[in-house]
């Protein structure tokens, strides 16, 4: 038996990892498959775990109120060392960006096992943007093995750092698996939302807001705030939806700045369900989010994404998405051209989704079983009907 270990810690990686985990499970002749929770987010974590029906093997429990990033990589390291080599795994699974993810990367190597990297290869070659998450990734690069890159773009940046060709595996994203399950859930049954808020969303033009970024703390977030109160102060059209981050850094400037706007409507952080179902009837998707910037094109929902660097510029270079910046008039004046050319925001919601077919984690298991001891050669991947066509798909959105 084949024992993977998957370690999770935050709502992202749970979202993109619930696939993998769901996959490794339909395979109990091939996997064993026991999950870690660091528990790095717990309300957020534990909605989406909840949805798929995900309960973890361990929770290290590791959130506290105001702790720094140097507490949460030692506890975290700490607390997965010992996991691992409790488990004894053949592989290690992270996904991502996240601390946890760093942590689990270098456990795993503490114990000289081998480490997959889902989300392989992104990269804005700037180690303070996005903070600290860039250098999370180019890190857990070194320590890995199996590098899961998403796309065309993705592998090519781990060539240009020299991982071997033979260790790198074009999926997709796992996200798109993710949402595209619970669409078709929330096709016929309207999630749970706040009072009022789906007769709202049927009157107005919708603006999905999500805005988190660590690096955006302080001004630039001040910046992101004023540029969604001046449009919804001169568009009355418009309805903001923003579910709020958790984080302090970001409750305070949001609800000082944007509380109180009678059509900027702030609500809890939803259940991946309930943000799925507010993404698919929005006009246009205002974002920092590295996710929901893979999720929305999915959607056929055009992105403005405020930030001034990507690790995701497949989405750009395609069309679907275009980068404001984190000045309020930048963002201000970009989202009103949007918002008042239908044209363009239908011409940013017809091209292809450059992230993926839906089928990346069952790709992600294939080569995890095309490597186990006995199992054969790598190249049989090739005539399995999930790999069919989607060599095709990813060259047709591919980015140079």
Request: contains cysteine; charged residues 20%.
């Amino acid at each position: 038996m084949y024992k993977v270990l998957t370690v999770i810690g935050t709502r992202p990686e749970a979202i993109k990892l619930a696939p993998v985990i769901l996959e490794l499970k339909r395979r109990p002749t091939k996997f064993s498959s026991p999950v870690c929770s660091t528990g790095q987010h717990r309300l957020m974590l534990d909605q989406v775990l909840t949805e798929f029906g995900i309960v973890p093997d361990y929770d290290l429990n590791l959130m506290t109120s105001g702790q720094s990033l140097a507490q949460i990589t030692a506890r975290a390291l700490e607390g997965l060392n010992r996991v691992v080599a409790q488990e004894n795994p053949d592989v290690v699974l992270v996904q991502g960006d996240t601390t946890t993810a760093f942590c689990g990367a270098l456990a795993a190597f503490y114990q000289q096992k081998k480490v997959g990297h889902i989300e392989a290869g992104l990269r804005t070659e700037n180690k303070f943007s996005p903070f600290p998450e860039e250098m999370n990734r180019r890190l857990v690069c070194a320590l890995t093995d199996y590098h899961f890159a998403p796309t065309h773009h993705a592998r090519a940046a781990l060539l240009s750092e020299k991982v071997p060709r033979s260790n790198i595996f074009i999926t997709g994203n796992t996200v798109i698996d993710a949402l595209l399950w619970v669409r078709e859930r929330t096709q016929w049954q309207i999630p749970d939302l706040p009072e009022g808020l789906v007769e709202q969303v049927a009157h107005h033009q919708v603006i999905l807001v999500t805005g988190h970024r660590r690096e955006s703390f302080g001004e630039a977030f001040e910046n992101i705030c004023g540029a969604i109160r001046d449009i919804a102060d001169s568009l009355p059209e418009a309805l903001f939806i923003y579910p709020v981050h958790l984080n302090p850094n970001v409750q305070k400037p949001v609800n000082r700045i944007l509380g109180g706007h009678a059509r900027i409507k702030l609500i809890a952080p939803q259940p991946y369900p309930s943000f799925v179902w507010l993404m698919d009837r929005a006009s246009i998707v205002l974002t920092d989010s590295g996710g929901v910037q893979e999720e929305a094109p999915s959607l056929g929902k055009p992105v403005l994404v405020m930030r001034t660097a990507t690790e995701r510029p497949e989405g750009i270079a395609a069309g679907n998405a275009r980068l404001v910046g984190v000045t309020r008039e930048g963002i201000a004046a970009e989202l009103l051209h949007l918002l008042t050319h239908p044209a363009e925001r239908t011409a940013m919601s017809s091209v292809r989704n450059p992230y993926g077919d839906g089928h990346a984690a069952e790709r992600i298991i294939d080569v995890l079983a095309a490597h186990r001891p006995g199992a054969g050669k790598l190249k049989s991947l090739n005539s399995c009907d999930k790999w069919a066509g989607f060599e095709r798909h990813m060259n047709d959105a591919k980015v140079a």
